[in-house]
């Protein structure tokens, strides 16, 4: 039988484990990248782990979260980062040369790779034909340490495309035509390979926007094949050299297929609060909007603010719209300026901000009460624009402008022509802003700078083989890790506090919530489905741990979430039928029996009052041990 594209990926890379779907397997890391709100954390459990060097083939820290600095705290950070950097061996891109994953993609993605990053929107990368996961922290650096990154082997999945996409129609809009068919939870479990003739038409950063999108989906990955299209694009970044071709076998085997006729997809908006809340644009009707923003790792490539720049050139933004454009890469915004393009967009009445995530994460930009504002990002969870009641809607950069110069939600293709871009043949390539660490004969010189920002990690106990605690908090469907643990210019800072990060726990569905754990000592969190989506932050399972919460019963877990809960050492347990949800009240006194047995059977047991629950926990050998020694740092130190 014949392979998938990441069915080869994964067999040359399988240090334990079959191909079996469903079973673990443990996966060899060529590069690993981090960026600064997760890696401050990274850094801190590769310490703990006692390695001195990082062993893979390529290592990049990235600086591009926490880039306001308001007090000492993100500086301190960064100084960290940078100094860990140097002494392990990983490369430091520094603050302003870019999102994470848009700079990996044009200078250290290779096709045929596989990478790990601790932020979920890594399978960027995909897009190169890389196999590229996201991943919580303390995975990344067993990863650096050279240690396997285990997965559940994923089912198969294809989209096939046909066709070719219309004017002002963008793969942004694939990749919302594909969460409107399957929603956030329809790629979970799977790795959504994109094959067909209409491949050939999409440009690397195209097919990484669509990459990056998938992650929304649940998906484990994405992938594209490596074809002559992801040649010329190393060729033009001057690294023809990482070059090699890649596709699935004729006859490979997938679970489901899934075909798009580009030339049908037309321009698409994810509403408030969900990426799959997706609708036409053309029939949301008349929406005033108070905010626009371009950038972010979905749609920052040149080839985006090229167009955004087109497109606002000799006009100016409706007065009543506020608008951002972040460059996703300090080479972006060189060859924006040298082509004479930036002046378009400054000159229209948008702002310039950092090559940085910046308002896709909160920092800064937040809209206005109940504000409108259409995003070219990615997510648009309840709050993450840090406007309570913001009304965020997921768009392409052409739809967002046209509506910027509109002031309402517009289609673009009602503005007319589209302009025609012409990409360049070769990007500039400057990498100084790219520190390499220091030689491994000088390593043991380098200090590692700390601040009083860095506070120890949580303490995690092993598990015992009874757990009495109530029910802390009961939340619905959907919960996403901004719900867990939020982020924003307020929070950010404090992503190497966990002490501080604590008192905003759960703030979004429940203000009580931090100080009633607290004073509860231990506790039990119930979910609905789907628990956990969205962020790799292992802050949302750092944080309920140290605030004593030992376990969380859910109908369904997103894949980073659950690996982030056991590596802290809380229980993640589903409930054997999913109808049971409905029989516990916050609240609740719970009891779980016979944890011991569970781990090793996959049943267990919950006593509610006088009602008997079952729920069900399959983990590995390994994962058991994990849990049971009370989290993977004590594990790794009891197996030295
Ligand atoms: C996000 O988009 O939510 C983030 C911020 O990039 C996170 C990482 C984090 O919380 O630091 C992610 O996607 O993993
Ligand atoms: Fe940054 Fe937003 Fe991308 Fe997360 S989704 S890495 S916050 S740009």
Known sequence: MGLTIAQKIIQSHLLSGDMTPGSEVGLRIDQTLTQDATGTMAYLEFEAMGIPRVRTQRSVAYIDHNTLQCGFENADDHRFIQSAAEKFGVWFSRPGNGICHQVHLERFGVPGKTLIGSDSHTPTCGGLGMLAMGAGGLDVAVAMGGGAYYITMPKMYKVELTGRLQPYVTAKDVSLELLRRLSVKGGVGAII????????????????????????????TSIFPSDEVTRAFLE???????????????????????????????????????????????????????????GSCTNSSLADLMMTSAMLKGKTIAPSVSMSVSPGSRQVLRMLTDLGMLSDILLSGARLLECACGPCIGMGFSPS?????????????????????????????????????????????????????????????????????????????VEILRGPNIKAFPE??????????????????????????????????????????????????????????????????????????????????????????????AKSFARIHVANLINAGILPLTFA????????????????????????????????????????????????AILKAGGLLNYTAQHK
């Open 369 to 445: 009460s109940g504000g409108v504002s259409l995003r070219t990002f990615n997510r648009n969870f309840l709050g993450r624009s840090g406007t309570a009641d913001g009304q965020v809607y997921l768009v392409s950069p052409e739809t967002a402008v046209a509506s910027a110069l509109t002031g309402h939600i517009t289609d673009p293709r009602t503005l007319g022509q589209a302009p025609e871009l012409h990409l360049p043949d070769h990007y500039t390539v400057d990498d100084s802003a790219v520190l390499p660490p220091a030689p491994a004969d000088r390593a043991a010189d």
């Open 577 to 624: 039928d999913a109808a049971d949800y409905d029989r516990l009240s916050q609240g609740d006194a719970l009891t779980l029996t016979g944890i011991d047995a569970g781990l090793e059977s996959g049943s267990f047991t919950l006593q509610a009052g006088d009602q008997t629950i079952p729920l069900t926990g399959h983990f590995t050998q390994r994962q058991a």
């Open 460 to 553: 995690s106990r092993p598990l015992e083989d009874t757990i009495s605690a109530p029910l802390i908090l009961k939340v619905g469907d959907n919960i996403t890790t901004d719900h867990i643990m939020p982020a924003g210019a307020k929070i950010l800072p404090y992503r190497s506090n966990i002490p501080h990060l604590s008192q905003y726990c759960f703030a979004v569905c429940d203000e009580t919530f931090s100080q009633r754990a607290k004073a509860a000592g231990q506790s039990i969190v119930v979910g609905g489905s789907n628990y956990g989506q969205g962020s790799s932050r292992e802050h949302a399972a750092l944080v309920p741990l140290y605030l004593g919460v030992r376990a969380v019963i």
């Open 193 to 220: 390979e994109w094959g067909g003739e209409g491949v050939a038409t999409l440009s690397v950063p195209q097919r990484a926007t669509i990459t990056n999108m998938g992650t929304e989906l649940g998906a484990t």
């Open 236 to 294: 033009a970044q001057g690294r023809g050299a990482d070059y090699v071709a890649l596709s699935s076998d004729a006859d490979a085997v997938y679970d489901k297929v899934i075909t798009i006729d580009l030339s049908q997809v037309v321009p698409l908006a994810a509403c408030p609060h969900s990426p799959d809340n997706v609708k036409p644009v053309a029939e949301l009707g008349h929406i005033a909007v108070d905010q626009v923003c371009v």
